[in-house]
């Protein structure tokens, strides 16, 4: 049992590139969500999906899109990156108690 | 809009010390509260949740205690060592499967 996962742990862009970051869950969880993490901002929601096929939009959404096709997957993807974009990244999944976070992924871009 | 509110933002103790730190929230519609630890360049520990219906968790020499009805929650460390230097997250749910609001953390020194 793996709990949530996430790659890569670190990345760097160039302005303008774009990228997927990948979340896995193997709790069969239905409810999964994005946060980033910025210095003295704390963590703020991206995106979040209640079950598959089905997603919405958090506090921080721009620059961002997500899908959600099955159950297990939640990737973030990133369509033309800015220096704005430049934090860390946490995917999270929850049951009806609580949530459990994936270990994150450092982003910067240049 | 729900905020979280954590003083204070940054704490240095000896070792031994016991220590509060303290979490608020203006929307007592609230689902849960969780603390988290979060180490350097780490994720985030889940330490202990508080369902709306209680009033306290504990787990060893941690102790966590919620007041909904003034928008209070305090984690209480007991003894502490200085493997607990750490920055501590509280966050709450707004719905059993909403979204945690967090606060923005105490940075915890335990100098030996």
């Known amino acids: 049992n793996a709990g949530v996962t996430q790659t890569p742990k670190f990345q760097v862009l160039k302005t303008g590139q774009s990228m997927t970051l990948q979340c896995a869950q193997d709790?069969?969880?239905?409810?999964m969500s994005w946060y980033r993490q910025d210095p003295g901002m704390g963590l703020r929601l991206i995106h979040y999906?209640?079950?598959?096929?089905?997603?919405d939009q958090g506090e921080v959404p721009n620059g961002y899109n997500v899908s959600r096709s099955t159950t297990e997957d939640f990737p973030l993807r990133l369509l033309s990156a800015a220096p704005s974009q430049t934090s860390v990244y946490f995917c999270?999944?929850?049951?009806?108690?609580?949530?459990?976070f994936g270990p994150g992924t450092r982003l910067t871009v240049t | 809009k729900q905020e979280v509110t954590q003083i204070p933002a940054a704490l240095s103790v000896p070792e031994g010390e016991n220590l509060v730190l303290n979490c608020s929230f203006t929307?007592?519609?609230?689902?849960?509260l969780q603390w988290f630890r979060q180490d350097p360049g780490k994720g985030l520990t889940s330490l202990l949740l508080?369902?709306?219906?209680?009033r306290e968790q504990t787990s060893g020499r941690l102790n966590a205690s919620l007041d909904k009805s003034s928008g209070r929650s305090t984690l209480y460390i007991a003894a502490s060592q200085p493997g607990d230097s750490a920055t501590y997250l509280c966050a709450v749910l707004r719905g059993s499967q909403g979204n945690l609001i967090f606060g923005k953390g105490t940075k915890l020194s335990v100098k030996p």
């Open positions: 709790m069969n969880h239905e409810y």
């Open positions: 999906s209640v079950g598959a096929g089905i997603t």
């Open positions: 929307d007592s519609a609230i689902y849960n």
């Open positions: 999270a999944s929850t049951d009806i108690y609580e949530q459990y």
């Open positions: 508080i369902q709306s219906s209680q």
